[in-house]
T-cell receptor, first 115, second 112 residues
Framework: DAGVIQSPRHEVTEMGQEVTLRCKPI?????LFWYRQTMMRGLELLIY????????DSGMPEDRFSAKMPNASFSTLKIQPSEPRDSAVYFC?????????????FGSGTRLTVV | AQSVSQHNHHVILSEAASLELGCNYS??????LFWYVQYPGQHLQLLLK??????LVKGIKGFEAEFIKSKFSFNLRKPSVQWSDTAEYFC??????????FGAGTRLFVKA
């Protein structure tokens, strides 16, 4: 298995532009999580899905952030419009047992820089 | 509210020194416990996990952790660290439901 695949690896965009981050979980995993990591705030859970359904999006910082999981093999995190304070590394993680009973498998992350 | 506390934000050791990173959680029920490692510029990787049974759990690369239920602790240990162990280490706890709660992380720097 290729693991959790995220794209792009790096994204540099101008303030106000729309950014879309993509994640392909491990086949057979039924839970997917989006995290944001910064030096100041550490690792923050943004949203998680179980069986493609959003379970808790209370970590999404603002309405500018939205996430979808149209099927079991694909999820997106969108920021519109982007702001410099959104600069961070965004990780996607998946797991096969509801909520991480086996631990998470993380993707390599997307390093987002908003200038 | 459930929380995970990692006592040290930064640890500096010389090679061959012994390592112990503290982790405490606040939850009175059944828990699953994890340690993850993040090498510089990389993603988090699972180091070891505890579900039940023997409270002393052995993971990869010579790491181990001990679950002490009475102390709500799950400390990570390694008898002799190497320069390649330089990384950030995250303790994580899964209680009921879907969420796993991560600690703030401990940055370990091993001097060669």
């Amino acid at each position: 298995d290729a693991g959790v695949i995220q794209s792009p690896r790096h994204e540099v965009t101008e303030m106000g532009q729309e950014v879309t981050l993509r994640c392909k979980p491990i086949s057979g995993h039924n839970s997917l999580f989006w995290y944001r990591q910064t030096m100041m705030r550490g690792l923050e859970l943004l949203i998680y899905f179980n069986n493609n359904v959003p379970i808790d999006d209370s970590g999404m910082p603002e309405d500018r952030f939205s996430a979808k999981m149209p099927n079991a093999s694909f999820s997106t995190l969108k920021i519109q419009p982007s702001e410099p304070r959104d600069s961070a590394v965004y990780f996607c993680a998946s797991t096969s047992r509801g909520g991480g009973g086996d631990g998470y498998t993380f993707g390599s992350g997307t390093r987002l820089t908003v200038v | 509210a459930q929380s995970v506390s990692q006592h040290n934000h930064h640890v500096i050791l010389s090679e061959a020194a012994s390592l112990e990173l503290g982790c405490n959680y606040s939850y009175g029920g059944t828990v699953n416990l994890f340690w993850y490692v993040q090498y510089p510029g990389q993603h988090l990787q699972l180091l070891l996990k505890y579900f039940s049974g023997d409270p002393l759990v052995k993971g990869i690369k010579g790491f181990e952790a001990e679950f002490i239920k009475s102390k709500f602790s799950f400390n990570l240990r390694k008898p002799s660290v190497q320069w390649s162990d330089t990384a950030e280490y995250f303790c994580a706890v899964k209680t009921g439901g879907f969420k796993t709660i991560f600690g703030a992380g401990t940055r370990l720097f091993v001097k060669a």
